[in-house]
């Protein structure tokens, strides 16, 4: 099949612009790859035929293919080398300065009918684009590190661009092997905007104490089934990489609440302690490896109180059977007994404040995330409020352990961890469906493949319940007046009809 775009340039020759010329290669195109300093063209050179060398023991591809590859990728020793290309791509430095005076000399070299995109992951592509003569034929095209492995590419229009230029860019993101998904230049496109709800809000969880690092990283991977937790894959990214990101977004929308960076990230970047590559972020490596603080052990208390639930309680049915296949004996009165361990499961709002407003004795209520079902996670998680006793504190962790399921106890704040990350992540991925930044299908496959989420955002919503969603967020923005948890009118309308998040409007 003959490549969209028969002859490629690459600017830049560092992981980015080496792995986009790796893949247009291997789609047939001739690749000229250029670089302020030869020496970086030279190395990305012998990169990529090792890397292809290793492909051909894998078997991935044949000896002929691979030299075909070598044979079409070339080093541009100017940019004037570039001339007869017919897109080139940029994958430099990400500053606004730097790339727009680049755009400028690029379209005063290329043909009229030349395509220049922008490997950007954060800047406003017409921002980029303003000031040149021909904006039609100039759009966003942003990889994730490593190209080859991450297998989807943001198509990005700016104000000016030509909608055929992105309907071409799409088709030849499929001939390199990546899926094409549509976004509107807006900030942080859709990988980058969707992502701000796992990061930002894992630091809220972290900076108001409700828990350190590594439980809220066991929690999110055991209830959820994230691969990675937030601060394991801040550690991966580093924080010299996802920090200015949330600070990019952030300002760009006007200093949006939701997008609100957070002084951990600041002080740590400032630190040095910005990840595994540093040998020390949120955790420590030794030989690469990140040295994780044990789980607390199980507490083993006296004689098992009887236990009570609240009449509010969410799945408040699977619990009580939880109850009863742990042995736990059940009170069922209307209140609960002097001796009783008391259970909540709140969505949204903290234990105390439940606590209060069912006037139940605080020294011996606990709460319990049910959001998701129990027999879908790996891990139980109970809150505590401040006057909560340390002996029903220990029962409660004992009693839901039986089983050996893991137990992680949390100070109270509004909301369990799973629920204001889940809840958050929806959230923002609705506003975005608001907007009109990109289609419904086109979230979820982006943030399936960019950032490797269990289930979409929008999935993740349907999942476990839209109407539940909306509670977390109402309660939650009672308990903090914080608009940082104002539901979008795109998830409330949803939520109001029972209309599935995955549904495209008419």
Not at 39 to 45: H, L, M, Q, S, V
Not at 127 to 142: N, S, V, W
Not at 459 to 478: K, S
Request: with cysteine; glycine share 8%.
């Amino acid at each position: 099949m003959t490549p969209t775009y028969i002859t490629v340039g690459v600017v830049g020759a560092g992981a980015m612009g080496r792995g986009i010329a790796q893949i247009a290669a291997q789609a047939g195109s001739t690749v000229k790859l250029y670089d302020t300093q030869p020496e970086a063209i030279a190395k990305a050179r012998d990169e990529l035929f090792a890397q292809w060398d290793r492909l051909i023991e894998k078997g991935r591809i044949d000896e002929p293919e691979a030299r075909a590859c070598k044979t079409r990728l070339q080093a541009a020793g100017s940019l004037q080398a570039l001339a007869d290309c017919d897109l080139v791509v940029e994958a430099v430095v990400e500053r606004l300065d730097v790339k727009k005076a680049l755009f400028a000399e690029l379209e005063s070299i290329v043909g009229p009918a030349a395509v220049l995109v922008t490997n950007t992951s954060s800047l406003s592509v017409t921002a980029i684009a303003a000031g040149l003569k021909r904006p039609r034929q100039f759009a966003g095209y942003h990889f994730f590190n490593p190209v080859p492995l991450m297998k989807v590419v943001e198509v990005i229009a700016g104000l000016k661009t030509d909608p055929a230029v992105c309907i071409d860019l799409a088709a030849y993101a499929r001939q390199m092997g990546h899926t094409p998904v549509q976004a509107q230049d807006t900030p942080g496109f859709i990988v980058n905007h969707a992502g701000r709800g796992y990061g930002t809000e894992g630091l809220r969880v972290a900076g108001e104490g409700v828990a350190d690092f590594a439980t809220i990283d066991r929690i999110l991977k055991d209830q959820v089934g994230f691969k990675l937790g937030p601060f394991e894959l801040m550690d991966l990214t580093a924080l010299d990489v996802s920090h200015p990101v949330m600070e990019s977004v952030y300002r760009q929308y006007y200093d949006e609440p939701r997008y609100r960076p957070s002084v951990i990230t600041a002080q740590r970047l400032a630190g040095g302690l910005v990840g595994k590559k540093a040998g020390e972020g949120f955790y420590r490596y030794v030989d690469g490896k990140a040295q994780i603080p044990p789980e607390p052990a199980v507490p083993t208390p006296g004689e098992t109180p009887p236990v009570w639930v609240s009449t509010r309680a969410a799945r408040r049915t699977e619990l009580y059977q939880l109850l009863k296949d742990l042995g736990a004996r059940i009170e069922t009165g209307q209140s609960p007994s002097p001796q009783a361990l008391t259970l909540v499961a709140p969505l949204g709002f903290d234990v105390t404040t439940v606590a209060v407003v069912e006037r139940l004795d605080p020294a011996r209520t606990v709460g319990i995330d049910m959001l998701i079902d129990d027999a879908a996670t790996r891990r139980r998680v109970l809150a505590t409020n401040p006057a909560t006793r340390a002996d029903m504190r220990d029962a409660a962790h004992s009693l839901f352990a039986r089983d050996g399921k893991a137990v992680s106890v949390i100070r109270d704040s509004g909301g369990f961890v799973t629920q204001r990350v889940v809840a958050t992540i929806v959230n923002i991925a609705a506003d975005i469906c608001q907007q009109g930044i990109c289609s419904p299908k086109d979230l979820e496959t982006a943030v399936t493949l960019g950032l490797g989420y269990p289930l979409g955002p929008l999935a993740m919503g349907d999942r476990w319940g839209p109407t539940n969603v909306l509670e977390v967020l109402f309660n939650m923005q009672t308990v903090y007046g914080d608009p940082r948890y104002r539901p979008s009118p795109w998830l409330r309308r949803r939520g109001a009809i029972g209309l599935s998040l995955l549904q495209e409007e008419k």
